[in-house]
């Protein structure tokens, strides 16, 4: 089985400007989070969508959004760009078929955004 | 609100020595806990969990976990590191089915030749 996949793996973006980061979970997997990665802060939860619906979400503003597609796939949006959006950006899916955390979620490796 | 506390942002062990990693959590309900780790340029790879049952739980390339109820602890550990071990260590926890998990700061493990 293919893992979970992330576009681009790196990307580089001025302040100001949006951003668009797509993440495909393993096939037959219906939720997918998303998480930030930075030095300071750790990982943080963004959002988390279960059959293209958002089920979850952190405590991250507005300018942060997602959505899910009826394949399972999944992108992430970030408006209005500021340096401290640096980060690696980290898509997780799993089967949620129970609606279970002990579902195990499969990380993908990763959008690393930099900010100009 | 959940908490993980990961003691240690840097731990460094001899090639065959015992690895031990801290953690420890805060949850107002029975936890669900993970371990991760995380690889250079690498996305997170799940390495064990609990969710109930056997308070220690046996992971992947050899490391385990036991879970203490009175300490609110899951510390990881292995007998016998190796330099293929050398990573960041993430542990989290879940309230419950439906809440997203909560990761603690990780821990980087060097392991010296």
């Known amino acids: 089985k293919a893992g979970v996949t992330q576009t681009p793996r790196y990307l580089i973006k001025t302040r100001g400007q949006q951003v668009t980061l797509s993440c495909s979970p393993i096939?037959?997997?219906?939720?997918v989070s998303w998480y930030q990665q930075t030095p300071g802060q750790g990982l943080q939860f963004l959002f988390e969508?279960?059959?293209?619906?958002?089920?979850n979400k952190g405590n991250f503003p507005g300018r942060f959004s997602g959505r899910q597609f009826s394949n399972s796939r999944s992108e992430m949006n970030v408006s209005t760009l500021e340096l401290g959006d640096s980060a690696l950006y980290l898509c997780?899916?799993?089967?949620?078929?129970?609606?279970?955390?002990?579902?195990?979620?499969?990380f993908g490796p990763g959008t690393r955004l930099t900010v100009l | 609100a959940q908490s993980v506390t990961q003691l240690g942002s840097h731990v460094s062990v001899s090639e065959g020595a015992l690895v031990l990693l801290r953690c420890n959590y805060s949850?107002?309900?029975?936890?669900?806990l993970f371990w991760y780790v995380q690889y250079p340029n690498q996305g997170l790879q799940l390495l064990l969990k609990?969710?109930?049952?056997?308070?220690l739980v046996k992971g992947i390339n050899g490391f385990e976990a036991e879970f203490k109820k009175s300490e609110t602890s899951f510390h990881l550990t292995k007998p016998s590191a190796h330099m293929s071990d050398a990573a960041e260590y993430f542990c989290?926890?879940?309230?419950?089915?439906?809440?997203?998990?909560?990761f603690g700061k990780g821990t980087r493990l060097s392991v010296i030749a």
């Open positions: 949850s107002s309900v029975p936890p669900y």
């Open positions: 609990y969710t109930t049952g056997a308070t």
């Open positions: 989290a926890v879940s309230r419950s089915g439906n809440t997203p998990l909560v």
């Open positions: 969508y279960f059959s293209e619906t958002q089920r």
């Open positions: 096939s037959g997997h219906r939720s």
């Open positions: 997780a899916s799993s089967s949620r078929t129970s609606g279970s955390s002990t579902d195990t979620q499969y």
